[in-house]
């Protein structure tokens, strides 16, 4: 983030509480997609998205 704060680009920060409702916002959509992929492959996208989110400092 810092490295394209530093190249001029605007970040914007979304409290968590913001960021939790627009997640279960959008969980129908999510759901109604992830059926039309091979389970392994959402669980697999799924764990990575966690794994990403987790890195947040």
């Known amino acids: 983030m ?3 704060k530093a ?6 920060e979304i409290a968590p509480a913001e960021l939790d409702r ?3 916002k959008t969980k129908p959509i999510a ?3 992830s059926a039309d992929y091979d389970p392994a492959i ?5 764990s990575e998205l966690d794994r990403v989110h987790a890195l947040k400092p």
Request: zero cysteines; charged letters at 40%; a neutral charge.
């Open 2 to 4: 810092d490295e394209l």
């Open 7 to 12: 190249k001029g680009m605007a970040v914007n």
């Open 22 to 24: 627009m997640r279960e």
């Open 31 to 33: 759901e109604k997609f």
């Open 42 to 46: 959402v669980k697999l996208f799924n």
